[in-house]
């Protein structure tokens, strides 16, 4: 009852095109989870995302969900998510993903899902790291570790939104660094972010764990960018 009455006058809208929410629609409406841009990168192996990191690092997977398309839905859902607080959007995009996920990984013998890091002073600003939720999620379901403290940022840098291609990849190898111990030998982990688009940071974050002696390394994103 009380619910009710406060989205009556407080109504939700949806986090991909703003609509007001109806009774039954939990953060995105109906039409959108419709039309949400699905990759189904889960269904082959040497995807697209897969062949993005090809001849740069050795992965043993690699995946996002949806498309990232500029002025869609998805766009406005990661908007959101970084920047209003709507981490319920990360939540929501784990669980979905988690899903298609559980076969695929099965054959890959995962240990532990690494959140790609924010600086503290980043995190500081935010609040919140935006991928955290996306990475706890899918760790629940898919019965995986999630350990936030191994991969770590050294260096504060500028939103990456906001520069250029080659602004975004200068000088990014040695951004991060890990802190690991002889129990962190020889494990799978899975690194997750949010969006795909230079795959500089994923590569370079993978660089830093590869370090640890018998590191194996996958890629999971919420979305990857589609020109």
């Known amino acids: 009852m009380l619910k009710s009455i406060i989205n009556l006058f407080f109504p939700k809208s949806c986090s991909g095109c703003d609509a007001i929410l109806l009774a039954n629609e939990e953060i995105i409406c109906s039409i959108c989870r419709h039309n949400v841009p699905i990759t189904n990168h889960h269904l082959l192996l040497e995807n697209e995302a897969f062949k993005k990191f090809y001849g740069r690092i050795p992965v043993e997977h690699a995946s996002a969900f949806l498309y ?4 869609g839905i998805v766009q406005q859902m990661i908007h959101n998510l970084k920047y209003k607080g709507h981490e319920e959007i990360g939540t929501l995009l784990g669980e979905w993903y988690a899903d298609e996920l559980k076969e695929t990984l099965k054959h890959f013998n995962a240990y532990e899902i690494i959140p790609v890091p924010l600086h503290p002073k980043k995190f500081k600003e935010r609040g919140y790291n935006q991928v955290h ?5 899918l760790s629940e379901k898919l019965n995986l570790n999630y350990n936030d403290k191994i991969l770590y940022r050294k260096i504060y840098s500028k939103t990456q939104s906001k520069k250029n291609l080659l602004g975004r990849t200068e000088g990014i190898e040695t951004i991060f660094d890990v802190r690991f111990y002889e129990k962190d030998h020889n494990k799978h982990f899975i690194i997750v972010d949010d969006v795909i688009t ?8 993978s660089r830093a764990l590869l370090k640890i002696p018998g590191a194996k390394i996958s890629i999971i994103c919420m979305a990857m960018a589609q020109s």
């Open 68 to 71: 990232f398309h500029k002025k």
């Open 133 to 137: 939720n996306f990475g706890k999620t």
């Open 198 to 205: 230079t795959g500089a940071t994923l590569e370079a974050c």
